[in-house]
């Protein structure tokens, strides 16, 4: 079963399964009739709907918990019912009806510190603060899931970034959106380096990471994070997935997926700008100055009276200016992960997809 299968991530695992013949039951929102025409049970049902998450998992061998709440404001609240309780209802079905795996999507922001991420790996501390109730639900859900390893029911976590590719509904398209009407700027020095991954190699990694739940583990403790660390440190956490763990063993771990390729951000967008006939963003604000109009924002549309998304908050803010690119050492070691589809590759794809639409 796959939540949130008819999601930009969640379909691309779907097909994939789909092309190994396997039975697939899709968890979403609405119904996807192109799907159910090619044999996918669809179950209708909302992540707080606890008592239908759990029902829906008889049956099921493993579960893909892609379906979140990701926007990057909102109530608490709403981020607590969907991504926590959620997660957690889909836990207990799992137990109750005898699910033998579950691969969770979570995201590389569970390590949000406010701070440059260069090279960071697993070793870090799971967030307890930050501006966002994403990062902060998804890093709840995330040790949820982690802790939830047994014998009887696998777990893993992993945490891709900035997932993009064609399709995308959200990330490039809300970039283009705002370099069109002028309301882009450059935050910081502009020389910030960050990772992206191709929707197509974290479906592979959705797939791999299954696939290594099924192993044997090999006795023999080994630290999880081998690479070069990060410019956050800190003597590591009681996290679950930040636990040495037995070589070869997944179960109960959180892994980083991403291209494996950092580029400076603003350099990467204004070339794709410059790819769709758009002008590059040449104006900058200081991430002081940014932060700024972002805590306004975030005042400003507490009171209800503004509707949709506010255009700055303090989150974006830093993420926009930050360094924040990881080690997927522990990923190739442990699952096998390569990614496919390069930084390059995968651009020349976009392009075209977008050129199309």
Not at 55 to 66: K, W
Not at 114 to 123: F, I, P, T
Not at 209 to 233: F, H, N
Not at 240 to 261: C, H, K, L, M, W
Request: with cysteine; aromatic share 6%.
């Amino acid at each position: 079963m796959v939540t949130g299968g008819t999601g930009f991530l969640g379909r691309r695992i779907v097909e994939r399964l789909l092309a190994q013949g396997r039975p697939v039951s899709v968890l979403a929102r609405r119904r996807a009739p192109d799907l159910e025409a090619r044999g996918v049970r669809c179950i209708t049902a909302d992540l707080a709907e606890a008592g239908a998450l759990a029902a829906a998992c008889a049956g099921i061998e493993t579960v893909f918990h892609t379906a979140a709440k990701v926007e990057m404001w909102g109530r608490r609240a709403d981020f607590m019912r969907v991504n926590v309780l959620g997660t957690r209802a889909l836990l207990e079905g799992c137990r109750v009806h005898g699910v033998r795996r579950f691969v969770h999507t979570s995201t590389a922001s569970v390590v949000y510190h406010g701070r440059d991420l260069a090279g960071a790996d697993e070793s870090l501390p799971l967030a307890k603060r930050c501006p966002s109730p994403y990062p902060l639900t998804k890093a709840m859900a995330e040790r949820e899931v982690c802790a939830a390893n047994s014998p009887g029911l696998r777990t893993a976590a992993l945490r891709p970034h900035l997932i993009w590719g064609a399709g995308d509904p959200h990330l490039v398209p809300e970039v283009i959106a705002r370099a069109r009407a002028g309301r882009l700027r450059v935050v910081g020095s502009g020389r910030n380096r960050v990772d992206l991954v191709h929707v197509e190699n974290v479906a592979d990694a959705h797939l791999l990471a299954e696939e290594a739940l099924d192993r044997i583990p090999v006795a023999g403790p080994g630290p999880q994070g081998t690479g070069p660390g990060s410019r956050v440190q800190g003597p590591g956490s009681q996290d679950p997935a930040s636990r040495p763990q037995d070589s070869g063993d997944v179960g109960g771990r959180a892994y980083f997926i991403t291209n494996g390729e950092p580029v400076v951000l603003w350099e990467w967008i204004n070339a794709l700008l410059r790819e769709l006939g758009l002008p590059p963003v040449t104006r900058h604000v200081s991430v002081g100055a940014a932060a700024t109009v972002g805590a306004a924002c975030e005042l400003l549309w507490r009171t209800g009276l503004l509707r949709g998304d506010p255009p700055m908050t303090r989150f974006i803010a830093r993420e926009l200016a930050m360094d924040h690119w990881f080690d997927i050492t522990a990923a190739r070691r442990d699952l096998g992960y390569a990614p496919r589809v390069s930084m390059a590759e995968g651009t020349t794809g976009l392009v075209a997809f977008l050129r199309k639409a």
